[in-house]
């Protein structure tokens, strides 16, 4: 039998816990994958800091790259290919059963037995649930995705949560082609979805934070016009002289603050859509005026995750753009698995893109 390392996460703000587990006997349908890379998501941040909760004792980590290590019987991907040992693969953040009310309704991630790494309770039968270990045991209803060659694993590493999701909003949206597009945040998933906007065929990708170095690489990501978000809700003025006086056709919300989500609705043209991805955790309500959504005729929508569909375009998506856009460059930092802390602390202080993991 042979074990692999685990940081297991127990309590906010404390230091993450190496130990040393036995890899488990896979079931039928079960992979055994080795992690190459896991990159920290801001929910990790966010719940390692405690300002979102998560069943404990559990190993954060979702971003994953991994190589098979084993599988037991036939595996196959989400384009049909079987999974074979020493496979490149990433797959979704969550196991859906593919049955229950909300699988058989186009919500996979809302499965009522949803499995999801990086966020799940270590049990008996599951303790390599997440990214931040040697190993990953995949469970059966997770898409599985093999990762184009070219594509290296600092570019690919995100795809399976920041580039997923950015794919699932913008599908979410009417239409992107030829629209004037309202990113607020240039975070990871802020300047992927500048680069993503571009490649649909957006008009202008107008990109909103207070920090001027993410503006500077929202730009290199397709940003056509940056606004400082400190400016507050002068950024709705600056939306109407862009658009002729209309406002902006797709508001999407990455950052989780309530101004951003009030703003965001104030930029919109009338018939304009508002998607809210950034607030994941507990807030105060924001005050809405139902006359303004019914006479400006204002849709708003929220996108939690994605389904496995979101994770192939999104793997397309970067296999076709890695080249134009400088997506490896945002892991600033890698550090092995002993370093875990560190990792964690660089993160928070230093607010980097993304750091990476390599056990
Ligand atoms: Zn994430
Ligand atoms: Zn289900």
């Known amino acids: 039998m042979t074990s692999g390392q685990l940081a297991i996460f127990t309590e906010a703000n404390r230091p993450l816990r190496l130990e040393e587990h036995p890899t488990p006997d896979l079931a039928k349908g079960e992979i055994l994958a080795r992690v190459t890379l896991c990159t920290l998501c801001g929910s990790d941040l966010h719940t390692f800091q405690g300002h979102r909760t998560t069943p404990v004792p559990t190993v954060l980590g979702h971003e994953i790259l991994g190589t098979v290590i084993e599988s037991s019987g036939e595996v196959q991907s989400f384009d049909g290919k079987t999974v074979g040992v020493g496979d490149r693969i990433t797959w979704t953040i969550a196991a859906s059963c593919g049955?229950?009310?909300?699988?058989?309704?186009?919500?996979?991630?809302?499965?009522?037995?949803?499995?999801?790494?990086?966020?799940?309770?270590?049990?008996?039968?599951?303790?390599?649930?997440?990214?931040?270990?040697?190993?990953?045991?995949?469970?059966?209803?997770?898409?599985?995705?093999?990762?184009?060659?070219?594509?290296?694993?600092?570019?690919?590493?995100?795809?399976?949560?920041?580039?997923?999701?950015?794919?699932?909003?913008?599908?979410?949206?009417?239409?992107?082609?030829?629209?004037?597009?309202?990113?607020?945040?240039?975070?990871?998933?802020g300047v992927t979805a500048c680069a993503m906007a571009q490649t649909?065929?957006?008009?202008?990708?107008?990109?909103?934070?207070?920090?001027?170095?993410?503006?500077?690489?929202?730009?290199?990501?397709?940003?056509?016009?940056?606004?400082?978000?400190?400016?507050?809700?002068?950024?709705?003025?600056?939306?109407?002289?862009?658009?002729?006086?209309?406002?902006?056709?797709?508001?999407?919300?990455?950052?989780?603050?309530?101004?951003?989500?009030?703003?965001?609705?104030?930029?919109?043209?009338i018939g304009g859509e508002a998607i809210w991805v950034g607030t994941t955790h507990p807030t105060e309500p924001v005050k809405v005026f139902p006359e303004t959504v019914v006479r400006r005729m204002l849709a708003v929508r929220g996108v939690h995750n994605y389904t496995p569909s979101d994770l192939d375009f999104a793997l397309r998506f970067l296999e076709e753009n890695h080249r134009r856009f400088p997506f490896s460059a945002l892991v600033e930092k890698t550090f092995s698995l002993s370093q875990v802390n560190e990792a964690f602390d660089f993160a928070i202080d230093s607010r980097p893109f993304r750091i990476g993991i390599r056990p």
């Open 99 to 189: 049955r229950c009310f909300y699988c058989e309704r186009g919500l996979p991630q809302k499965c009522e037995s949803l499995l999801k790494y990086g966020h799940a309770p270590i049990t008996e039968d599951w303790v390599f649930n997440g990214g931040l270990g040697e190993y990953c045991h995949l469970k059966p209803g997770t898409s599985i995705h093999h990762v184009p060659v070219e594509l290296g694993d600092e570019a690919a590493c995100p795809v399976n949560c920041a580039t997923a999701t950015i794919a699932a909003a913008l599908r979410r949206a009417e239409s992107v082609d030829g629209r004037t597009v309202l990113v607020q945040g240039a975070g990871m998933l």
């Open 200 to 269: 649909l065929g957006a008009q202008s990708i107008v990109v909103a934070d207070t920090n001027p170095s993410r503006l500077e690489r929202a730009l290199e990501f397709g940003a056509t016009h940056t606004l400082d978000a400190n400016m507050g809700s002068e950024i709705v003025h600056r939306i109407r002289e862009l658009t002729h006086g209309h406002g902006a056709d797709l508001a999407l919300e990455l950052t989780g603050s309530l101004d951003a989500v009030r703003i965001g609705l104030d930029c919109l043209r």
